[in-house]
């Protein structure tokens, strides 16, 4: 009798609160990811009722197809070569070095990775495009060659790799690279043997992370890329949306979902590693001014890189927002408040997209700060071996399966009682909540498992529900975190596109669909409308994020 009640003790204090803090998370990825997924994959397969196991061979023997594989992953490893190549300074002199402005120089850096896609594309069709400012000057147009998209995949990931690994590093104790060197061995040699080792499973994760995001980019090479390039993610697109070929997206969408699958597996490997392999201390005691002229060298090229790579595609979309045909204005900004007409790209005010991105954000935030808080929380508890495992990673498949294929599928399966939302005003914070709990539960985890367990214990032997455990125990220990992971599910909402392309009406349109709607019509006043939206979202999702370094600390907000 004992020792059955020391199991069901047990079992109350452990397994049974986390399955309760899992179960609504698990139901909402089960009915709005999963669900979806598999209808669409299913329709697409089936035919008159039998499964097309043979299109799956005619796919991967078309050459067309072939090609467009095989572009998808040259890229996406050039993409994470060049990014690691030009960001790993950047990394160490954010980590090692203390100069004035580095908060919202840190800030800035993050800015493109928080921006929507469409917005990058667009900043580099007005940097690098026809009419653009090298064009201008020099005649230089790279929209027809693949540098363009390349260059916005580095734009857009070098902080993945500064914080990641500069996260990492500055967290490092420099005296143990400074003891080998005292010990005889040189610069080089000293941080070869101490500080790389130790380095490796950080770097190895970031690399993971942007070749993760560059295998499925979407919105970069559909605006930049032209009919000439496709990655495995656009190319689903057209079969979907141009060819209506459900065939042919279902048995890529299942390529991409095994690709994903095996990255994501080899992530978590290197974030187990490189948490075993930290050892903390304070990262602002690890930073100081720069001393040498190597070092101020250092310094000053990386101020370079960021003004040249990060800064410069921004202004240049901002300064073309405002050229207007008769010089610079607001003609363009003016024009977004305009009544639709006859021959117009909307239904509505080009302006009414702000507002209906903000109160989609909005929405989504709350529903991935909620699910994701879960979800944070059943992972952050002590043992569950597979099982937790196996929910972790349930949570991140979002970041890596074609979010056309979740937005297509939303349309195809959410249409009947008592889950028909195809009218639903909720039907896009939905699916924008999707990727937005990923970066809630990234967010909040390393805090909560900071937090001491045996408070929680102490709580439940009191008698304490698992709500009155989070609400009374976590919930003032990780505030500072849950403001940060909001903030993060607030601009991703803000810039999700390949899902909500699908499901947003057109007389509720998002800012990320109303500026790929201008840039797909020809035009200097839709062009020029393109940028000013552009240039509006930027901002938003800047503030937003300027909002969130006051509140950073050095263990929260790292990717």
């Known amino acids: 009798m004992t020792a059955g009640r020391g199991r069901n003790g047990a079992w109350r204090r452990g397994t049974a609160p986390r399955l309760a803090l899992m179960a609504l998370p698990f139901a909402f990825f089960v009915l709005f990811f999963a669900y979806p997924v598999a209808t669409i994959v299913g329709r697409g397969l089936r035919d008159g009722g039998g499964w097309q196991f043979g299109r799956a061979a005619e796919v991967l023997a078309d050459p067309d197809l072939l090609r467009v594989l095989w572009f998808t992953v040259w890229q996406a490893a050039a993409s994470t070569a060049l990014t690691l190549l030009i960001a790993l300074p950047g990394a160490y002199v954010f980590a090692r070095f203390d100069f004035p402005g580095k908060r919202l120089l840190r800030a800035v850096v993050t800015v493109p990775f928080v921006l929507p896609t469409v917005v990058v594309g667009s900043a580099f069709l007005a940097l690098v495009g026809r009419g653009g400012l090298l064009d201008d000057l020099w005649g230089v147009r790279l929209d027809t060659s693949v540098w363009a998209i390349l260059l916005a995949h580095v734009f857009f990931n070098y902080a993945v ?66 009919p000439r390039f496709a990655t495995l993610e656009v190319e689903i697109y057209r079969q979907t949306a141009d060819f209506l070929d459900l065939p042919t997206a279902a048995v ?36 100081r001014r720069p001393r040498g002229a190597g070092q101020w060298a250092l310094l000053a090229s990386t101020l370079a890189v960021i003004a040249v790579l990060l800064v410069l595609p921004l202004a240049v979309l901002v300064e073309r927002s405002f050229a207007g045909p008769d010089g610079h204005g607001l003609v363009f900004y003016r024009a977004l408040g305009a009544e639709a007409g006859a021959d117009s790209t909307f239904t509505v005010p080009p302006l009414t997209a702000l507002w209906n991105s903000l109160a989609y954000a909005l929405a989504a935030t709350a529903i991935a700060v909620v699910i994701g808080g879960l979800a944070a929380a059943a992972l952050a508890r002590r043992g569950g071996g597979r099982l937790v495992r196996g929910f972790d990673a349930l949570l991140m498949l979002p970041l890596g399966v074609s979010a056309v294929t979740v937005g297509f599928g939303f349309l195809i399966s959410l249409d009947e009682p008592p889950l028909d939302l195809r009218a639903s005003w909720w039907l896009v914070p939905l699916a924008q909540a999707l990727v937005g709990v990923p970066f809630v539960v990234r967010t909040m985890l390393p805090v909560l498992r900071a937090v001491d367990g045996r408070l929680r214990e102490a709580a439940a032997v009191l008698g304490a529900a698992p709500w009155q455990v989070w609400r009374e125990i976590d919930l003032p220990l990780v505030r500072r975190a849950l403001l940060i992971a909001a903030g993060f599910a607030f601009a991703v909402s803000l810039g999700e596109f390949g899902a909500t392309v699908f499901i947003a009406r057109p007389d509720q349109p998002t800012l990320p669909v109303a500026v790929a709607r201008l840039l797909g019509r020809a035009g200097e006043l839709n062009y020029g409308q393109a940028m000013a939206l552009s240039t509006i979202l930027m901002v938003v999702c800047a503030g937003a994020l300027l909002a969130l370094e006051r509140v950073r600390t050095d263990r929260t907000g790292e990717f």
């Open 252 to 287: 890529l969408t299942l390529l991409q979902f095994a690709a994903v699958l095996a990255l994501l597996a080899l992530h978590a490997w290197t974030v187990r590693r490189r948490e075993s392999a930290l050892k903390l201390v304070d990262a602002a005691r690890t930073a």
């Open 161 to 226: 790799v500064v914080r990641t690994v500069g996260g990492l590093w500055g967290a490092l104790d420099p005296r143990q690279e400074e003891a080998a060197r005292v010990l005889g061995a040189g610069r080089f040699a000293a941080w070869r043997r101490v500080t790389l080792p130790a380095l490796a499973p950080a770097v190895a994760a970031a690399a993971l992370m942007v070749f993760l995001f560059t295998f499925t980019s979407f919105g970069i090479v559909q605006i930049l890329g032209g």
